[in-house]
């Protein structure tokens, strides 16, 4: 079990290290938007929460992680960003029989209108383009042993750019183990070890057809085209002292050869105060939650603060946790 152990977070990290040199950051990928950090908590640890994937945004970042509670739970986020964008999500949880866990989540990226354009520059008067995309879910994760815990998540997305739709619908899977560290030399500080796997965008493309836009402004032109989502694969690992203290690591990579790397850790001072950082792709994050405990429920309140990424400036996100 030691060895094991060992091995296991040493990989990880190896993996994180050279990853980070093999990063060339591109983006512009079909449902891009799910990349953009949401949730407070996971986003002050840099991302780094595929083997953590606790409260009411953890099941995003790995679906298994929804059988680690029986209780009720409602998420809410909100984040506007630079450039007019913003991004929102609401989760509710509830508990299923034979520890097993159902939730639903909306998730919305949006931006401000932008003023649409002649093919000489001039300003069309009334045109304004306005882009969004919904995204909704539907999950289901069942711990089967002590150790194991499985899940999924079947989702529905629309894109709506200057009134042209493209729907897709796709699978989100994932798998959490929770093995007992107490008998290694970990035992001090970490007595749980948690490795996560997950993979997104299982099935998911857009069709877009231009032709409609066209119609609407006289012209016989347009064009049909397929987008494929990248598949991408998360493998995280977390060091966990319960209510204490956890320190966690992520490797994230997609088929449009984008890899990542996510490293985050926070610290507890009596069960209602924790402060967190990170790094995301090697971008500082930090940030801290406070819970605090009432009549019949819990409630957390989470707050982010991200480093400057390719001139978008810093950013601050807040979400909020309510457990029944």
């Not at 919305?108 to 909704?136: F, W």
């Not at 209602?272 to 995301?280: E, N, V």
């Not at 991200?306 to 810093?314: A, P, Q, S």
């Amino acid at each position: 079990m030691k060895t094991t152990v060992f091995i296991l977070a040493g990989i990880l990290l190896v993996c994180s290290l050279t990853a980070a040199a093999a990063s060339d950051g591109k983006g512009g990928q079909p449902g891009a938007f799910r990349d953009v950090k949401i949730g407070a908590r996971p986003s002050a640890l840099g991302g780094a929460f595929t083997a953590v994937a606790e409260g009411g945004i953890g099941h995003m970042y790995n679906p298994a992680g929804l059988a680690q509670s029986r209780r009720y739970e409602m998420s809410f986020a909100y984040r506007a960003m630079q450039l007019d964008r913003r991004l929102g999500y609401v989760s509710a949880a509830i508990p299923a029989k034979e520890e097993a866990r159902l939730a639903i989540s909306w998730l919305y990226a949006g931006t401000a209108a932008l003023q649409s354009r002649d093919e000489q520059g001039n300003v069309i008067p009334g045109a304004d383009i306005s882009h969004s995309e919904n995204l909704i879910g539907i999950d289901f994760a069942k711990r089967f042993i002590p150790q194991l815990m499985l899940g999924g998540r079947m989702f529905y997305v629309q894109n709506n750019i200057a009134n042209i739709n493209a729907y897709t619908v796709g699978v989100d899977v994932g798998a959490l183990v929770k093995l007992d560290a107490r008998k290694t030399f970990l035992a001090s500080a970490f007595p749980l070890f948690q490795a996560g796997l997950a993979a997104e965008n299982l099935g998911a493309n857009y069709r877009w057809s231009t032709g409609k836009y066209w119609e609407t402004r006289g012209r016989e032109r347009g064009a049909a085209i397929k987008e494929t989502f990248p598949i991408n694969f998360r493998l995280g690992s977390a060091l966990i002292s319960p209510e204490r203290y956890l320190l966690a690591a992520d490797v994230e990579a997609n088929t449009a050869s984008i890899i990542k790397t996510h490293l985050g850790g926070e610290y507890t001072f009596k069960k209602t105060l924790s402060l967190r950082a990170g790094l995301d792709d090697l971008h500082p994050t930090f940030g801290a939650g406070f819970f605090k405990k009432l009549d019949r429920f819990g409630l957390w309140i989470d707050v982010a603060y991200l480093t400057d990424k390719v001139g978008e400036g810093d950013d601050v996100l807040f979400s909020f946790d309510l457990v029944f």
